[in-house]
């Protein structure tokens, strides 16, 4: 069945729901046809506080949504609840109930910081959290940090977060933080390295290797490009031979013989003639004769063809 609410995704309240597995779909499934009170989903404005699963199984079957509608004024609080309802659920990882305890701890923080005079509050609330959660405030602080570089690495590579929430890898909480420092694609390098082995350890080694292995290889492909630029610039631009003009010859001969008629003129107007030795005298009539018959040959061919 369609419906009316048009559901809003929110990468803040997404990352605290646990995927769920086929199994426990199922589950839902089932307890959706056996009790009605199994159809609620939980809403605030546009974007749905629990039983996600619920509303998707619920349009499937074509069954009507109940809907509980809540109110609170501000994101944050809604963002707790979801954190405080979500770590009940008896299925999740233990790394997915670590992250939400340090989520509930820093959204509590920041209420408390809002309504609140108390100067002591992040020690007092920790002490608590810890309390019902059967661990320790430190924990409960430590969780807080690491839970801070899940949403980091999540906000820049979804896959690579819930990779680690959902245990598929071992990893210290020292390493999270650091891997939470690393740029999208670093830590999309790293994800491609783990993601197809079985509990893979991440370790700072493997980190700063797969950096590194995308550092040389961006190093590389920009030297490439760089070589690829520099040999198009120098490469010498190809000549583009001229269409043929079959009157190219004649012109330049014509041009030729222009200059050389301005030569004879020159030497004949202004040149001592009887003054001249008798080497050049004799060098001169020699030129004269040859050109005058290559001159006559040339106007003999013209004029066949003419008549032709």
Known sequence: MSDSIQFKSDPEFDVLFQPYSEEAKEKIRQQICADITCRVVHTWGDKYLLNHITYDLLNEMEIPVIYKKHSFNKKIEAALYICITQARRPDLTSRYKKFLIGREYYYRTIIEKETSIETNTKCRLSTLIGTKYDITGC????????????????????????????????????????????????????????????????SPKLIHSEANRLYKEKCKSHSQHEQEKKSCEKAPAIRQMPAYDPDAEVNSLCMTIDYWVTSIQRVNNKVKLNHITTDARIRLMKKLSFLDNSSGSLQKSLVERINA
């Open 139 to 202: 924990s409960v602080y430590r969780y807080s940090n690491v839970a801070k570089a899940i949403c980091d690495i999540y906000s820049k590579n979804q896959a690579m977060a819930l990779f680690i929430l959902m245990d598929k890898c071992i990893i210290a909480h020292e390493t999270v933080i650091e891997l939470s420092r690393l740029k999208a694609d670093q830590i999309h390098a790293v994800y491609k390295a783990v993601c197809d082995k079985t509990m893979p350890r991440i």
